[in-house]
């Protein structure tokens, strides 16, 4: 995970959203890339008008994972994301994740759990909204380290197989 986070350099907050949203999103993705087997990742998952972030599928379940970029403190809580003493500073970033979920969860026909990768100099809290909210360099760590019932073995390959057709 170190790679992650010397791919990210600095904090970024003299760039524009934009170019850190990209560059902490290609970060993850490669770092993503990198879970060990039996673990996949997809990447720009098309999800009918929308596109997720990065999608993975492993042991512990499958993980919808979106990528959020700050160039200050945030705070995550169960009321949403704080940042410079204003709440949900990025409401649409949450509800995107959820409804994403949603329709993942109906083309897989499995239980996906939201993940929000916070790319800040500081991230205060680990949850927003029951959504889980890391910084990029913990980001396997909580995936491989989420106790789950996770995917059945025999389902896994359609839930493989239906993602792949969602990233062609």
């Known amino acids: 995970m170190l790679r992650v986070l010397d791919d990210l350099g600095d904090s970024g907050a003299h760039r524009p959203r934009a170019d850190r949203v990209q560059r902490a999103a290609a970060a993850s993705g490669r770092a993503?890339?990198?879970?060990?087997h039996p673990w996949q990742a997809?990447?720009?998952v098309d999800l009918g008008g929308e596109s997720a972030d990065h999608v993975c599928v492993g042991p512990?379940?499958?993980?919808?994972?979106?990528?959020?970029?700050?160039?200050?403190?945030?705070?995550?809580?169960?009321?949403?994301?704080?940042?410079?003493g204003r709440?949900?500073?990025?409401?649409?970033v949450l509800v995107k994740l959820l409804r994403?979920?949603?329709k993942l969860e109906e083309t897989v026909g499995e239980t996906v759990r939201p993940v929000l990768v916070v790319s800040c100099p500081r991230l205060s809290g680990r949850a927003a909204w029951?959504?889980?909210a890391v910084p990029p360099?913990?980001?396997?760590?909580?995936?491989?380290g989420m106790g789950s019932d996770?995917?059945?073995w025999h389902r896994l390959r359609d839930v493989i197989d239906a993602l792949q057709r969602l990233t062609r």
């Open 87 to 92: 709440r949900d500073v990025n409401k649409g």
């Open 150 to 152: 996770g995917v059945p």
């Open 60 to 84: 512990t379940g499958v993980f919808l994972v979106e990528v959020a970029a700050f160039p200050g403190t945030v705070v995550a809580d169960p009321n949403g994301l704080w940042s410079h």
């Open 32 to 36: 993503l890339d990198t879970l060990p």
């Open 130 to 132: 029951r959504i889980p």
């Open 100 to 102: 994403q979920a949603r």
């Open 42 to 44: 997809f990447h720009d």
């Open 137 to 144: 360099g913990e980001l396997e760590d909580l995936l491989t």
